[in-house]
């Protein structure tokens, strides 16, 4: 990572974990959660996304994020970027509130990390990289398995909560429409 990309890398990380440190009580002011919102707490519709279930699923999504970082930031502008994953965050929250009304709360990145997954492979699928063809099957591959089989085995951790894999769905889906409408860069940065 270039100094640029690392400071914005490290930065969001940081916010993330301030955010950790509120520990019980910021997490449950900030998930999202369905009464919540209904009853006016908009900020849940994306401040759900920024928290988690304790320092073991924080860990496991910066990781994440780290791995999406480095193999998809440069395909991209960061501005797209923003874009991209506020498409994929929208997309996650729609899905919830219409596809999942029984879904009461949920905490964590990995929905938005599976949009930056889905436009990141879009982007090597357009230039033609040989990668692809390991990507397209893979997030394909994953996708199909969650809705069909549930969550990967081990996925969770110790976290203590159910992963929500419809959020990986809607995130890559809502991050496709985004990434179909803008061009990646030729050559990565």
Same mark, same amino acid.
Not at 31 to 54: D, F, M, N, P
């Given at each position: 990572? +270039?100094?640029?990309?690392?400071?914005? #890398?490290?930065?969001?990380?940081?916010?993330?974990?301030?955010? !950790?440190?509120?520990?019980?009580?910021?997490? @449950?002011?900030?998930?999202?959660?369905?009464?919540?919102?209904? &009853?006016?707490?908009?900020?849940?519709?994306?401040?759900?996304?920024? %928290?988690?279930?304790?320092? !073991?699923?924080?860990?496991?999504?910066?990781?994440?994020?780290?791995?999406?970082?480095?193999?998809? #930031?440069?395909?991209?502008?960061?501005?797209?970027?923003?874009?991209?994953?506020?498409? $994929?965050?929208? /997309?996650? +929250?729609?899905?919830? *509130?219409?596809?999942?009304?029984?879904? %009461?709360?949920? %905490?964590?990145?990995?929905?938005?990390?599976?949009?930056?997954?889905?436009?990141?492979?879009? /982007?090597?699928?357009?230039?033609? @990289?040989? +990668?692809? *063809?390991?990507?397209?099957?893979?997030?394909?591959?994953?996708?199909?398995? !969650?809705?069909? &089989?549930?969550?990967?085995?081990? &996925? $969770?951790? &110790? /976290?203590?909560?159910?992963?929500?894999?419809?959020?990986?769905?809607?995130?890559?889906?809502?991050?496709?429409?985004?990434?179909?409408?803008?061009?990646?860069?030729? @050559?990565?940065?």
């Amino acid at each position: 990572m +270039d100094g640029g990309r690392l400071t914005g #890398f490290l930065i969001f990380c940081a916010v993330l974990a301030a955010l !950790e440190l509120t520990g019980d009580a910021g997490r @449950e002011l900030l998930r999202y959660e369905r009464s919540g919102t209904a &009853s006016g707490e908009w900020w849940r519709l994306i401040t759900g996304h920024l %928290v988690h279930l304790g320092w !073991e699923h924080f860990i496991l999504n910066v990781m994440g994020l780290a791995l999406m970082w480095a193999l998809f #930031f440069p395909d991209y502008r960061p501005g797209r970027w923003a874009l991209i994953c506020v498409v $994929s965050l929208i /997309a996650i +929250d729609l899905g919830f *509130w219409f596809l999942n009304p029984h879904l %009461v709360w949920y %905490v964590g990145l990995s929905g938005v990390l599976h949009g930056v997954m889905a436009a990141g492979t879009l /982007a090597h699928l357009r230039r033609g @990289e040989r +990668d692809a *063809w390991v990507l397209v099957p893979f997030l394909v591959g994953k996708l199909a398995w !969650e809705q069909f &089989s549930g969550a990967l085995p081990y &996925s $969770s951790g &110790s /976290a203590g909560g159910a992963v929500v894999v419809d959020a990986h769905l809607y995130g890559a889906v809502g991050a496709l429409v985004a990434a179909a409408f803008l061009r990646p860069q030729r @050559e990565p940065l």
